[in-house]
């Protein structure tokens, strides 16, 4: 009898460009646990910088991962884990070392808050992606969302930076920031996502040029600019409450006449 040899199955693998996004993922990871390593040490600045720079890596794998149509379930359960760790966990825990640990168990109940609030912000966001949502909620998140809040949490730390001592170090003006920010995540109100916004072609080249103005200030002074940019954003909260029931109105009127557009769900992806 002759023998039939068999073969081994291939695992087909993934491409890199699939793995990048994850890579990039983990990056962010990294990056804000590293923060923590700086914290502990006292380096303050280098502390901020590394969640700042998780806030930047957070920001590129979800474009990466809709750019190389490499998006998938894991992906979204790592950036996740990954965004509740760098700007839940991480932040809170640098708030406490720099400025709540001579309040003790209050000034960690305010972190223990905020980092709960986090995670059910980012749980809430996970169980809604296959909801149906009307076409006008495609640019707008429901709360502030994790790494906007972690740039809020460390405004208190970025304003002493570039101001000095003075009512932003305080810490039971601190831990009430803190706890704000925690709610401002879990709230219902909505924020601008800025993830699918279109620039018309009249706006590319000035867009460009506004972008390289930002990063040379990022450079050249990296507190002041990340304070302003802060601030701006946190200003913005209501003027995207308002853009969101004017679009309700003209949704509601669209309702009215049978023509509401569904649009698809965000793609797993906060930032």
């Known amino acids: 009898m002759s023998r039939v040899r068999r073969r081994r199955p291939r695992l087909s693998g993934?491409?890199?460009n699939k793995l990048l996004p994850n890579i990039i993922t983990v990056l962010a990871l990294c990056a804000?646990?590293?923060g923590l390593r700086f914290a502990l040490?006292?380096?303050w600045e280098l502390a901020v910088m590394m969640v700042t720079l998780a806030a930047v890596f957070d920001a590129l794998d979800g474009r990466m991962a809709r750019l190389l149509r490499a998006q998938s379930k894991f992906g979204a359960e790592l950036d996740s884990l990954s965004d509740f760790v760098s700007f839940g966990v991480v932040p809170g825990v640098?708030?406490?070392l720099w400025s709540l640990e001579g309040m003790?168990?209050?000034g960690w109940m305010a972190v223990l808050f905020y980092a709960t609030c986090c995670v059910l912000r980012l749980a809430r966001f996970n169980v809604r992606l296959d909801d149906d949502k009307p076409s006008f909620t495609y640019n707008y998140f429901t709360g502030v969302p994790a790494p906007a809040g972690a740039g809020l949490a460390l405004l208190p730390m970025i304003l002493d930076f570039q101001l000095g001592p003075g009512i932003a170090d305080v810490p039971a003006v601190v831990a009430i920031w803190?706890?704000?920010v925690g709610l401002l995540m879990v709230s219902q109100l909505p924020t601008f996502s800025f993830k699918r916004m279109k620039v018309p072609q009249r706006w590319v080249l000035p867009t460009l040029i506004g972008a390289g103005l930002v990063i040379a200030a990022v450079v050249?002074?990296?507190w002041f600019t990340l304070a302003i940019v802060?601030?701006?954003y946190f200003c913005s909260i209501p003027f995207s409450i308002m853009a969101y029931r004017r679009l309700i109105r003209e949704a509601e009127a669209l309702v009215a006449e049978g023509e509401a557009p569904v649009a698809p769900s965000e793609g797993g992806k906060e930032g």
């Open 230 to 232: 802060i601030l701006v």
């Open 14 to 16: 993934l491409s890199f």
């Open 32 to 34: 804000g646990l590293s």
């Open 178 to 180: 803190l706890t704000s």
């Open 104 to 106: 003790k168990n209050f």
């Open 41 to 43: 040490a006292e380096r």
């Open 94 to 96: 640098i708030v406490f």
């Open 220 to 222: 050249s002074a990296p």
